[in-house]
């Protein structure tokens, strides 16, 4: 699977990549590039990124790479960040999103399906929220949990770490 250069719609997010399950093959087979940089995921840590900047991803494996996107409000001083709330939230209404939201429910009718077989999920919409609550285990950091996996430079402003750098 590859995903070719693009960029985010708009620069007052971030994005937050989770590796959930992230095969185990050699370096540059699985990876994501942002602007120069190229990164691989691991499971159980965070990258987190400006998707406002190029970036690519490909997994040349045989097996199935499973990372959450979480995307939130890149942190800025007011006004600034008065103005990104504003442009987020008129961003709903546009055709941009409504497609955005349409692409997405196709998946979950048809590529959710197979992530689930693979990892053996059981499909949210045939449990009820109690018997969800019941099966979710209280969060802990994993194992051996570093933060960012990749060594980047601290300055570099397209990679974020998932907790500060030590003083």
């Known amino acids: 699977m590859y995903l070719k250069?693009?960029?985010?719609?708009?620069?007052?997010v971030l994005r937050l990549h989770l590796g959930l399950l992230v095969p185990a093959t050699p370096?540059?087979?699985?990876?994501?590039?942002?602007d120069n940089e190229v990164c691989h995921w691991q499971e159980g840590?965070?990258?987190?990124?400006?998707?406002?900047?190029?970036?690519?991803?490909?997994?040349?494996?045989?097996?199935?790479?499973v990372v959450l996107f979480v995307d939130f409000v890149k942190p800025l001083r007011f006004p600034a960040s008065f103005v990104n709330w504003?442009?987020?939230?008129?961003?709903?209404?546009?055709?941009?999103?409504?497609?955005?939201?349409k692409?997405?429910?196709?998946?979950?009718?048809t590529g959710f399906s197979e992530a689930e077989t693979r990892l053996r999920l059981?499909?949210?919409?045939?449990?009820?929220?109690?018997?969800?609550?019941a099966q979710a285990a209280p969060y802990s950091r994993p194992k051996g949990y570093e933060g960012?996996?990749?060594?980047?430079g601290q300055k570099n402003p397209r990679?974020?770490?998932?907790?500060?750098?030590?003083s």
């Open 5 to 12: 250069p693009h960029r985010g719609p708009y620069n007052g």
């Open 103 to 109: 692409a997405y429910k196709e998946w979950e009718d």
């Open 27 to 34: 370096p540059q087979t699985v990876a994501i590039r942002v």
């Open 148 to 152: 960012k996996e990749c060594a980047l």
């Open 122 to 133: 059981p499909h949210p919409q045939r449990q009820s929220s109690s018997q969800r609550r």
């Open 45 to 65: 840590k965070v990258l987190i990124f400006d998707d406002s900047y190029e970036h690519e991803a490909w997994n040349h494996s045989n097996e199935t790479r």
């Open 86 to 101: 504003l442009i987020l939230n008129i961003a709903l209404f546009t055709p941009f999103i409504r497609e955005a939201k």
């Open 159 to 166: 990679w974020r770490s998932s907790r500060p750098a030590a």
